[in-house]
């Protein structure tokens, strides 16, 4: 056996030499001897290393004495944080089906609130992260994933009258985005599902739901009056043209990416041409019956949505905003009735 005493050297940053630490190495082989040192707790900083021998090591045709400090390695102990993202280990058992080749895992996506600023308490407040307005308001404010609208410029009472809409009729859900799109289109998700949509204004961002309201005391009111010569205009949707059905697709949590088609009690009474069926994806439903009531719902309003006022106005427009009720008025002067009977008998 030969036994070879190392001794160590250490500077940080640039420093003098100190002595570091004095290692021991013994073997008779004719093959490489190697040895490993952990050292912890070293100053922070960028360390030089060097080594030699404390004395000759013995010469000779019988000797191997040659001697390397191969690689140093950094170990970095400290807990790393991954801000935003979520860390997945997966323990397995070693058998014949993993051999060569790479397990497929599915994994599910879970968040119960977000945090929404309430003007009323001053302070931030959990809401509902399937309610699709508080959703839509989430997305707007966040600064990360969504638009960092501060919260001074988002009309809190608007998202907030949405939102208990969805409670009301029982809309919930979820939106997992996977690939990168612009936020228009993300509140178009939602808005489209939870029926309301989110409306820019200027420097605000407000929200306009289908929810029923009562006529304001002052409301606009719209004739040939008060409009531009020649755009006050209504027009209705030829039968011929609206959908018999509508072939929803939804994302249910078990069986995935699902389809059915909803008719309506009109569906194939048209003659003359095929039903007429609409193609409609709800990304952030994952609910059947919730898909079924959307879809009943959207015939519904195919029934009784049937006409449309266009209009051009000038002054008296400026203090209607997007989402306002206004009353139209109609003139039925055209419009003439057939006499049945007449006052008299004579």
């Known amino acids: 056996p030969v036994t070879m005493t190392v001794e160590v050297e250490i500077r940080t940053d640039g420093g003098a030499w100190t002595e570091f630490d004095t290692f021991v190495v013994t073997g008779s082989q004719s093959t490489a001897l190697r040895r490993f040192w952990r050292v912890n707790d070293l100053t922070p900083g960028k360390q030089d290393i060097r080594v030699r021998l404390s004395e000759d090591p013995p010469t000779g045709t019988q000797y191997l004495t ?24 997966i323990r397995a058992l070693a058998t014949d089906q993993l051999s060569g080749s790479r397990p497929q895992v599915t994994l599910t996506g879970r968040r119960s609130t977000v945090q929404v600023w309430d003007p009323d308490a001053d302070d931030y407040v959990d ?16 600064y990360r994933y969504g638009g960092a609208v ?13 939102a208990e809409w969805c409670d009301i009729k029982g809309i919930t859900g979820s939106l997992y985005l996977d690939q990168l799109v612009d936020i228009q289109t993300a509140w178009d998700y939602m808005g489209r599902f939870g029926r309301f949509q989110v409306v820019p204004t200027g420097t605000r961002v407000g929200c306009v739901c289908d929810r029923p309201v009562e006529y304001p005391d002052q409301s606009l009111v719209v004739t040939e ?58 990304y952030c439903c994952n609910n059947y ?15 009784y ?13 400026i203090g209607a905003l997007p989402g306002d009720v206004i009353q139209v008025g109609t003139v039925f002067g055209s419009q003439t009735a057939r006499v049945t009977a007449g006052s008299s008998t004579g």
């Open 66 to 89: 040659d001697c390397y400090l191969e690689y140093t390695q950094e170990i970095i102990p400290d807990d790393f944080a991954l801000p935003h993202s979520a860390l997945l280990g």
């Open 127 to 142: 809401k509902a992260a399937n309610n699709m307005a508080w959703m839509a308001w989430d997305l707007a404010h966040h």
């Open 150 to 162: 501060p919260v001074d410029r988002i009309v809190y009472n608007e998202f907030a009258n949405a």
């Open 225 to 282: 009056a008060n409009v531009l010569a020649g755009t006050y205009g209504q027009s209705y949707m030829d039968t011929a043209d609206r959908a018999d059905a509508i072939r929803v697709t939804y994302f249910d949590p078990v069986k995935g990416r699902t389809t059915f088609l909803v008719v309506s009690e009109f569906y194939g009474s048209i003659t003359g041409r095929a039903p007429r069926v609409r193609e409609e994806t709800l």
């Open 289 to 303: 019956q919730l898909a079924w009531a959307w879809a009943v719902f959207m015939l519904r309003c195919n029934r």
């Open 305 to 317: 949505l049937t006409c449309t006022v266009n209009l051009d106005m000038s002054v008296e427009a």
